[in-house]
């Protein structure tokens, strides 16, 4: 499966957004999907991860409160939707999927086969 995340952009501390990650050449109802992101010098992080079935969903700290995650299986897309963005969320933002069983997600990047290109949010006044 090929995954592209989109939607990133520039927003006030406060604000909200929405990334898109679509898939081609699969389906996202056969993968548990997760996001990540990675700030300027630092490693890439988990923010949250959402099994296939829908019914377990991790939070990083951080954004927990904050973000959530669904799902469009109609569309065979999945969002990240963030609110009350602080600048600390500036980073450059990944889709990925895991091919995981029905119930499983994880919070572990390297367990996760298939990622998307990336895409910059930035927050800043």
């Known amino acids: 499966v090929q995954l592209q995340a989109s939607g990133g952009g520039l927003v006030q501390p406060g604000g909200s957004l929405r990334l898109s990650c679509a898939a081609s050449?699969?389906?996202?109802?056969?993968?548990?999907v997760g996001w990540f992101r990675q700030a300027p010098g630092k490693e890439r992080e988990f923010v949250l991860g959402?099994?296939?079935?829908?019914?377990?969903?991790y939070y990083a700290d951080s954004v927990k409160g904050r973000f959530t995650i669904s799902r469009d299986r109609a569309k065979n897309m999945v969002y990240l939707n963030m609110n009350n963005l602080q600048p600390e969320d500036t980073a450059v933002y990944f889709c990925?999927?895991?091919?995981?069983?029905?119930?499983?997600?994880?919070?572990?990047?390297?367990?996760?086969?298939?990622w998307g290109q990336g895409t910059q949010v930035t927050v800043s006044s």
């Open positions: 990925a999927a895991d091919p995981a069983r029905w119930d499983y997600v994880t919070r572990i990047r390297d367990e996760y086969d298939f």
């Open positions: 050449g699969g389906f996202f109802s056969d993968y548990a």
């Open positions: 959402e099994s296939r079935s829908g019914r377990r969903t």
